[in-house]
């Protein structure tokens, strides 16, 4: 069964746009830990984000924030003011047990 | 801070034919994963080490892979027989297992490319 679903799988803006990424994810467990994953062109996955089950106050950091609703079981970020530097692919992940990564969702930003 | 280390980037190789992949940790890092990604797909887990114990091994490893880590520094994973679904990104990520299991941040290298013919 699928742990982590990004129902988003392109997303196309112009630049200063801003940008949602939808995350959902599905466990039995009280305690667990969601990250968000940038996957630039050069492929090596650069952590963002890592969030407890019991943590549920939302965060911002610069242009990138983050909602993280336990009652949905959603984590979604969202991306302000989007520029260039910003395409990539975003992962979400789920740890429960061990890390398990949705699909991504790749994120172009066109000048 | 070198990051992770894997060697090499890319790798062509025919049906058949063995392959092996190093990946070189973070240095303080005493946990080690490797990971198997496809086009269009997040990461799927392979197995993963703390220290030179290799703890889980996913169900798709199958019996032609196998991974070692034998002195709980860098680590090799090798394939035998490969097979053209072998073709895929193997990342390499390490962690330290002080934050506690499930909260560790893992920083990846930046894959080796398998291409199978």
């Known amino acids: 069964a699928q742990k982590v679903t990004q129902a988003q799988t392109e997303i196309s803006v112009v630049e200063k746009e801003d940008v949602t990424l939808d995350c959902v994810y599905e466990?039995?467990?009280?305690?667990?830990?969601l990250f968000w994953y940038k996957q630039p062109p050069s492929g090596e996955l650069v952590f963002l984000i890592r969030?407890?089950?019991?943590?549920?106050q939302n965060e911002i950091s610069g242009r990138y924030s983050w909602n993280f609703q336990k009652s949905t079981s959603s984590f979604n970020f969202t991306i302000t003011a989007s520029q260039v530097v910003d395409s990539a692919v975003y992962f979400c992940?789920?740890?429960?047990?061990?890390?398990?990564f949705g699909a991504g969702t790749t994120v172009t930003v066109r000048a | 801070d070198t990051g992770v280390s894997q060697d090499p980037r890319h790798k062509i190789t025919k049906r058949g034919q063995n392959v092996t992949f190093r990946c070189d940790p973070i240095?303080?890092?005493?946990?080690l994963y490797w990971y198997r990604q496809t086009l269009g797909q997040g990461p799927e887990f392979l197995t993963y080490?703390?220290?030179?114990?290799?703890?889980?091994k996913s169900r798709l490893l199958s019996d032609r892979f196998s991974a070692e880590r034998p002195k709980g520094s860098f680590s090799t994973l090798e394939i035998q027989r490969t097979e053209q679904g072998d073709s895929a990104m193997y990342l390499c990520?390490?962690?330290?297992?002080?934050?506690?299991?499930?909260?560790?941040?893992?920083?990846f290298g930046s894959g080796t490319q398998l291409s199978v013919l």
């Open positions: 969030r407890n089950s019991f943590d549920e």
């Open positions: 080490f703390q220290n030179e114990a290799q703890l889980e």
């Open positions: 466990t039995r467990d009280t305690t667990y830990y």
């Open positions: 990520a390490s962690s330290s297992s002080l934050s506690g299991t499930g909260a560790e941040k893992l920083f």
């Open positions: 992940a789920l740890n429960d047990y061990k890390l398990s």
């Open positions: 240095s303080e890092h005493n946990r």
